[in-house]
């Protein structure tokens, strides 16, 4: 089979393509003659290498359609994706943004008591430097108490800080493999 019959007959089938591809393809396989020539190849050894028309049109046509069914299914990875992002805005919006600000408000007073019961000894310190004729042992002892309690609130509003942190931090991350699409609903 010479050049003009091996192009023909892939020609004939690549029918279902467009005229535009099919003029790609044939150019091609023109170089490949081209190439082979230079070489010192004659027509029956560059077809010989080069194989079937039929098989080549058939290896073609498969990969155009992987290549349909991956641009399809890209198309609708991104409606997929875009729907699961407005969606998760809308439920994040409604549904978890106004708990997740409660739950920051509790925290945040939880720190500001911590911490303004642990001054509490040294106010009563300074008082006791500024006023020792009126400082009181029960002053004293309700500070200690104070100082004591807001210590152990300092530990409950550090272990509860740091759980709501990783509570956050998995549900942005279960957000995010949302969106890509590695979990499913």
């Not at 099919?22 to 560059?46: L, N």
């Not at 001054?119 to 309700?142: K, N």
């Not at 004591?148 to 550090?158: D, E, T």
Request: charge should be negative; include cysteine.
């Amino acid at each position: 089979m010479n050049k003009l019959d091996f192009l023909e007959e892939l020609r004939y089938y690549l029918h279902y393509l467009s005229s535009q591809e099919q003029e790609e393809i044939i150019q091609d396989f023109e170089e490949h003659f081209e190439m082979g020539r230079a070489e010192g190849k004659t027509d029956e050894e560059i077809v010989r290498s080069l194989g079937s028309p039929q098989q080549i049109a058939k290896e073609l046509q498969s990969t155009q359609q992987v290549e349909k069914v991956r641009t399809n299914h890209s198309e609708k990875n991104q409606f997929r994706r875009i729907g699961i992002i407005i969606a998760l805005c809308f439920f994040n919006l409604i549904v978890v943004l106004g708990p997740s600000i409660g739950i920051a408000g509790i925290i945040l007073a939880a720190w500001i008591v911590a911490f303004s019961f642990v001054v509490q000894i040294f106010i009563a310190g300074v008082q006791w430097i500024i006023q020792p004729g009126s400082f009181y042992l029960f002053e004293l002892f309700s500070s200690i108490t104070l100082t004591g309690s807001g210590l152990l609130i300092f530990i409950g509003a550090n272990y509860v800080t740091n759980a709501a942190i990783r509570i956050f931090s998995k549900y942005i991350a279960f957000n995010a493999r949302l969106v890509k699409g590695e979990d499913h609903v």
